[in-house]
């Protein structure tokens, strides 16, 4: 069974400044599919990125990018430029190759940005 | 387009009785997903929809809990004979094909 961990329950940052995620996970699979979501009050989970083990480029959205480490199996995630809208619990989440496979999620980390 | 909906946005509910958690996916997903949200056990997976494929149901905490599909669209989760444990947030998504698309969530709470 695939684990996900964060091992950072909570983090600040000041506006406009640069934060990492950490994120790490455990699987037998070769091929599988990492994502970080947003979780902002209003609980709806929001998509913030998504990376395909077979792709060795990290994944960049905007001010999101990603830094996959296959081998070492880590996904941080890149905040740069962190804004107010930015405050929310970001899950790390793994997906297995076959159809229908179930996330798996991390525990959370608590992001707070600070004017 | 219109994401995935569901309804009601908030339910409470007296212990022992039945609920019904309504997810409408996003059109053209054919994969859809249910999962819990609770202080003690995170994000956990329910059930899961493809087509019309068996569900696999192998996240499903008790009997007490069912769900279906109906059309291939629509899907209802059911709790049966509510207890305290219960209460969380029900997320509901559907996917295509490997992206999952989450709703804003159900909060249940028994008393």
């Known amino acids: 069974a695939q684990t996900v961990t964060q091992s950072q329950p909570e983090m600040s940052v000041q506006e406009a400044e640069t934060v990492t995620l950490s994120c790490t996970y455990d699987?037998?699979?070769?091929?599988?599919?990492l994502f970080w979501y947003k979780q902002p009050p209003s609980r709806q989970m929001i998509l913030v990125i998504r990376q395909e083990a077979y792709k060795q480029q990290n994944a960049t959205e905007n001010r999101f990018s990603v830094n996959f480490q296959k081998a070492a199996k880590s996904f941080s995630l890149k905040i740069s430029d962190s804004q107010l809208g930015d405050t929310a619990m970001y899950f790390c989440a793994f997906r297995g190759p076959n159809a229908g496979n179930m996330l798996t999620f991390g525990g959370g980390t608590r992001l707070m940005v600070k004017p | 387009g219109a994401g995935v909906s569901q309804s009601p946005s908030n339910k409470v509910t007296e212990k022992g009785k039945d609920v019904e958690l309504r997810c409408d996916p996003i059109?053209?997903?054919?994969?859809l997903y249910w999962y819990r949200q609770s202080l003690g056990q995170g994000l956990e997976f329910l059930i899961y929809?493809?087509?019309?494929?068996?569900?696999?149901k192998s996240g499903l905490p008790s009997d007490r809990f069912s769900a279906e599909r109906t059309g291939g669209s629509v899907s209802t989760l059911t709790i049966q004979r509510t207890q305290q444990e219960d209460s969380a947030v029900y997320l509901c998504?559907?996917?295509?094909?490997?992206?999952?698309?989450f709703g804003p969530g159900t909060r249940l709470l028994v008393l």
């Open positions: 699987t037998s699979e070769n091929n599988y599919y």
């Open positions: 059109s053209g997903h054919t994969a």
């Open positions: 929809f493809q087509g019309n494929s068996a569900p696999d």
């Open positions: 998504a559907s996917s295509f094909p490997e992206t999952q698309y």
